[in-house]
């Protein structure tokens, strides 16, 4: 079974930057988007980044100019620079792969901005 293995979170002081990656164990058929989600205490997981296969980029307005999504399909694997980071962007962050008929999620990575 493919799963999705995310790494890059950590915790930073408000106004640095992390990066984070997600990578599939196994080969996923047909690949199309690829996103990035988050989810903070007590609300509802968002959207925050997403990247068609033709690498077509959608962002949440909070994070416009300041997160930037890429992808490596040679490696099947999606990435998140954060950059000026805020206390209000911490969360889990979680990637996702959409391919026909199914979606794929990682397990989450911790982002824990510090005021």
């Known amino acids: 079974q493919v799963h999705l293995v995310e790494s890059g979170g950590g915790l930073v002081q408000a106004g640095g930057s992390l990066r984070l990656s997600c990578e599939t164990s196994g080969s996923i058929y047909r690949i199309n988007a690829m996103g990035w989600y988050r989810q903070a205490p007590g609300k509802q997981r968002e959207l925050v980044a997403r990247?068609?296969?033709?690498?077509?980029?959608k962002y949440a307005d909070s994070v416009t100019g300041r997160f930037t999504i890429s992808r490596d399909n040679a490696k099947e694997a999606v990435y998140l620079h954060l950059n000026s980071l805020k206390p209000e962007d911490t969360a889990v962050y979680y990637c996702?792969?959409?391919?026909?008929?199914?979606?794929?999620w990682g397990q989450g990575t911790q982002v824990t901005v510090s005021s």
């Open positions: 996702n792969v959409e391919s026909p008929g199914r979606d794929y």
């Open positions: 990247i068609s296969k033709f690498s077509n980029t």
